[in-house]
């Protein structure tokens, strides 16, 4: 396929406006990919308590081949979902709002305490028991769902605060991957392990040896998702390795060149994976049926362990961390946003919706738990986001965009 021409400055004047990256793109496009998946989720909610039920269920666990349509979703589909996410962290990374380590100090943090106090505080509600098992599912952060709710707010919220969410999201996102490597794979294959590994060494090959084109990576690619489906690694993590290995082509003068094969697959993955993908990983995986549920559900170890794990431990995390750096002078506040603002944000970070559908998933792989997963994340989720939107409501603007350092 051909390519647009790469950015360049003029000789005098302005320089030329840079091609904004996916995730930028996204946000000036008010993240309707979020708005999409809100949807989805409350049509799920419809579907499993209506008439409809037992087809919803039935349809998910129909056998299409050697896996369930529920298992094609999970860990076929969302192959592209981590894939994307791979893209966005290595260009983030390299090239993006987390190039240098100043870059990283905020976010870095902020994700570090929204994912290290959600765990305890869920920890906390499932000490001595076999549900321990799903410390991480109120760790992550759902970036569409976030800034869906942040769009909603418009002005209401500076883009500094829009751009610090996507990077803590992103940083989290890693954290995630991690965690679902080392904790929930099992029944590991050394000789699909092996197979993996070759592959992966190829598509290094192919990177250093100036390979552009996007054709040779992602036939690899399938490869790869094969060998660690069989490997007793979860797929997903095939989405990531291939990621990192996707060529990318920063320069001082000229980041986000188009021209780069990892942004024009990140281009064309994002509306793919925001408006196809991670809708129809909600709509599967949000349905819960609420018909003879008492109020012992909602006490249940598990269900209060990820709600308050969204709900408090991601908001006491995510802002007791960013105003400790602050504190110490490693970090400023994000420009132009308040106190009061940043809070509301934190709050929002306790969206956890699709990792953490997807964290629940993999840690009570049998049916035994799966209402109460759905029913904390729902909860955890719904009251972040209500919360989060309500503080950033009512918070006072900053009237000067400078003073982003203060305490």
């Not at 993240?31 to 419809?46: E, P």
């Not at 803590?168 to 000789?191: E, K, M, R």
């Not at 996707?246 to 021209?259: C, F, L």
């Not at 993955?269 to 949000?286: K, R, S």
């Amino acid at each position: 396929m051909s390519s647009p021409p790469p950015p360049h400055r003029p000789r005098s004047g302005n320089p030329r406006p840079r091609p904004l990256s996916a995730i930028r793109t996204a946000l000036t496009g008010e993240a309707g990919g979020g708005l999409v998946l809100m949807a989805a989720a409350a049509l799920a909610l419809a579907v499993a308590n209506s008439p409809l039920a037992g087809a919803y269920a039935a349809a998910l666990h129909a056998k299409l081949g050697p896996l369930s349509l529920e298992h094609w979703i999970n860990d076929g589909l969302m192959a592209g979902f981590f894939l994307l996410v791979g893209l966005e962290i290595k260009r983030e990374a390299l090239d993006g709002r987390l190039r240098t380590w100043p870059d990283r100090v905020l976010p870095g943090l902020a994700a570090l305490g929204g994912m290290v106090v959600p765990a305890l505080v869920y920890a906390a509600f499932n000490l001595g028991g076999d549900t321990l098992r799903g410390w991480a599912i109120p760790a992550a952060t759902d970036i569409a769902f976030a800034l869906g709710v942040l769009a909603l707010l418009g002005a209401r919220a500076p883009v500094s605060l829009k751009i610090f969410l996507s990077a803590v999201a992103i940083v989290d996102d890693l954290g995630a991957v991690v965690i679902i490597a080392l904790f929930y794979s099992g029944g590991l294959d050394p000789g699909m392990l092996g197979l993996a590994a070759l592959v992966l060494a190829t598509l290094w090959g192919l990177n250093r040896a100036g390979v552009t084109r996007l054709s040779p990576y992602l036939a690899l690619g399938l490869v790869l998702w094969v060998a660690v489906l069989r490997s007793g690694v979860h797929a997903t993590v095939a989405g990531v390795a291939l990621a990192l290995t996707i060529p990318i082509r920063p320069s001082p003068g000229r980041p986000e060149d188009v021209r780069s094969p990892l942004h024009r697959l990140e281009h064309a993955l994002t509306p793919w994976i925001a408006y196809g993908v991670v809708p129809v990983f909600g709509f599967a995986n949000a349905g819960v049926t609420l018909t003879g549920l008492g109020p012992e559900a909602l006490l249940h170890p598990v269900t209060l362990g990820i709600a308050a794990g969204l709900f408090v431990g991601k908001q006491v995390g995510v802002f007791a961390s960013l105003r400790l750096a602050v504190a110490l002078g490693v970090a400023k506040r994000p420009a132009g946003a308040g106190w009061g603002q940043v809070y509301g944000v934190a709050v929002l970070c306790g969206i956890g919706f699709t990792m953490s559908l997807f964290i629940g998933g993999l840690a009570f792989p049998s049916p035994g738990n799966e209402a109460a997963v759905k029913l904390g994340v729902l909860a955890g989720s719904l009251l972040s986001g209500l919360v989060g939107a309500l503080v950033l409501i009512l918070a006072p603007r900053r009237a000067v965009a400078g003073r982003s350092g203060a305490g």
